[in-house]
């Protein structure tokens, strides 16, 4: 399986011959590579509903036909806005899919989409983690969260491969909290996240990869990709 990261909270997973994006934010991220026109996707996974997740979601469904899987109400309002292929699951609930298996977990986060033109906020459920498994390996991908104490419950029944953990502080977890984090969800292999996209929550993920002391940090660069 190869990962990618794409800044901000964008990954990429390739399994199966399919394509994975999780979060995929592209328009207005200046940290990232890729392109919204060309970017290949057969599967979108949300964390939530925040803009900055969504990002470019409906024009990449659109385009590639991607089916998008989200918490249901986030599910529900991609259906509205023209997603054909939607998957909704909730808090706590697996799907074995054709590409991998989906969990979600909980987020201490919000999740909400703000329509900028009509100046309205819409709630789109509760906001989640994922763990996606494929081809024996687990990855977790937190989403946007605080930290909270049932991360070593997602540590004990989940043996993760590939954390990639919020950093940036100001909305999310920070360094500090982030620390705690892989001590308790006990990843092999740590990847910060979300963090110098915004002047709110610049971060040095340097830094913290190497105050870990749970498992193997890692910064990857936009663009970088291992193997797994
Ligand atoms: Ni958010
Ligand atoms: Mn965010």
Redesign the pocket.
């Given at each position: 399986m190869k990962v990618s990261y794409h800044g901000h909270s964008v990954v990429q997973i390739e399994t199966g011959g399919k394509t994975i994006l999780i979060d995929p934010f592209i328009t207005g991220n200046e940290l990232t590579d890729l392109n919204v026109d060309h970017v290949e996707a057969d599967v979108i996974l949300l964390t939530?509903g925040?803009n900055?997740?969504v990002g470019d979601t409906v024009a990449i469904a659109k385009r590639t036909g991607a089916l998008v899987v989200a918490v249901a109400e986030l599910a529900t309002y991609m259906g509205f806005q023209g997603v054909e292929n939607v998957h909704p699951m909730s808090i706590g609930g697996a799907y074995q899919f054709d590409f991998g298996r989906v969990k979600f977990t909980q987020a201490f986060?919000?999740s909400s989409f703000t329509e900028e033109d009509s100046q309205k906020i819409v709630y789109t459920g509760m906001?989640g983690g994922i763990l996606f498994t494929a081809e024996g390996k687990t990855i977790y991908h937190a989403g946007?969260t605080a930290l909270f104490s049932d991360m070593k419950l997602i540590g004990e029944r989940h043996p993760i491969d590939l954390a990639f953990l919020p950093i940036g502080d100001n909305?999310t977890m920070g360094p500090e909290d982030a620390k705690t984090a892989t001590e308790w969800i006990g990843a092999s292999l740590t990847v910060p996240i979300h963090y110098n996209t915004f002047p709110p929550i610049k971060q040095d993920p340097h830094a913290f990869v190497t105050s870990l002391q749970s498992g193997e940090g890692r910064v990857l660069e936009v663009g970088e990709t291992i193997e797994l």
């Open positions: 939530h925040h900055d997740h986060h919000g906001p946007d909305f």
